[in-house]
């Protein structure tokens, strides 16, 4: 059986005794290799949110949603569905980056789409911890897990609503609007009453 060498191995060839002498090799430079231009849909840096987030979809005309989910298909599989509609996105991996990015940008994320099962902080802390840089943060739960008695307890506290996992394109999208949309109804009764 043959095997194919490189150039590195090229000066690494033992001639066996008896063996023919292996044939001359010419040794090709490879061609310059240069980094691809980033994807569109993860989208430039935009500075007018903060210089280190990243947000997918910049030039939607929809509003900016938070996605925080460990599980990077999920999270990703929200972002694209999100962006595909309109909205601007950023994701946060675990509970500790959704805080930080929250606190940077709690007056322009209309929304947060928070999973409920992640390591270290969990759903319940990572909303109590929301609340206290805004009690009247908007967030939605998203798991794929029964836990009742924790959904009640945060829907008391002021959770917007529940995205059950796997999401499907017509729920996730419809429950977003549907948030945001009576979200919009409540602030315009409030100025109205001001």
């Known amino acids: 059986m043959a095997e194919r060498l490189g150039a590195a ?15 001359a090799q010419t040794v090709v430079p490879a061609p310059e290799v ?11 840096l935009v500075p007018p949110l903060s210089g ?3 947000v997918f979809n910049p030039s939607g005309t929809l509003e900016l949603v938070m996605v925080v989910d460990d599980e990077e298909f999920i999270s ?15 994701t946060a991996r ?22 409920f ?5 969990d759903g319940a802390d990572v909303f109590a911890e929301l609340q206290e840089i805004n009690p009247k943060v908007p967030v939605v739960l ?17 959770l917007r609503g529940f995205i059950p996992k796997p999401y499907t394109h017509q729920k996730l999208l419809s429950q977003v609007r549907s948030i945001l949309d009576t979200i919009k109804a409540e602030e315009s009764g409030q100025r109205r009453i001001l």
């Not at 990703?76 to 950023?90: K, P, S």
């Open 9 to 23: 191995d090229a000066g690494n060839v033992v001639q066996m005794p008896g063996a023919a002498a292996p044939a």
């Open 34 to 44: 240069k980094p691809l231009p980033p994807l569109p849909a993860s989208g430039p």
């Open 52 to 54: 280190d987030v990243k």
């Open 76 to 90: 990703f599989l929200a972002q694209r569905l999100l962006t595909d509609e309109g909205y601007r996105v950023i």
């Open 94 to 115: 675990d509970g500790f980056q959704a805080v930080e990015m929250y606190r940077k940008l709690r007056d322009q994320i209309s929304l947060v789409i928070l999973d």
């Open 117 to 121: 099962t992640m390591p270290v902080m």
């Open 142 to 158: 998203s798991s794929g897990f029964s836990e009742q008695g924790q959904l009640q307890t945060m829907l008391a506290r002021g």
